[in-house]
Nanobody, 123 residues
């Protein structure tokens, strides 16, 4: 059982940076791959990034590759998404998610979800 709470969202200008955090609770945290998804108004929830259980493997959507960095600190039960060179099209509610299989890029591949944090990027 994992509970997830995102934080760090806000309103920024294009080109700015922002770091999202996901605080996880549960004794089995290290058993889960952790993903980030986002959902903009009127759009389907889309995959952003995923990191394997101990952080040895990472995967990014093409839309964010080179700009976003996912990381995790298992000792603190934390997952992060460092976002740089933000664009207006990055505007969305961002969700962290926990899943049992690394590499899933669809929402259905994850078992637990946070409540989301809003990121707004203006030009």
């Amino acid at each position: 059982q994992v509970q997830l709470v995102e934080s760090g969202g806000g309103s920024v200008q294009a080109g700015d940076s922002l770091r999202l955090s996901c605080a996880a609770s549960g004794r089995t945290f290290t058993s889960y791959a952790m993903g980030w998804f986002r959902q903009a108004p009127g759009k389907e929830r889309e995959f952003v990034s995923v990191i394997s259980e101990i952080g040895s493997r990472k995967y990014y959507a093409d839309s964010v590759k080179g700009r976003f960095t996912i990381s995790r600190d298992n000792a603190r039960n934390m997952v992060y998404l460092q976002m740089s060179s933000l664009k207006p099209e990055d505007t969305a509610v961002y969700y962290c998610a926990a899943g049992t299989t690394f590499g899933r890029v669809v929402a259905g591949g994850y078992d637990y979800w946070g409540q989301g944090t809003q990121v707004t990027v203006s030009s």
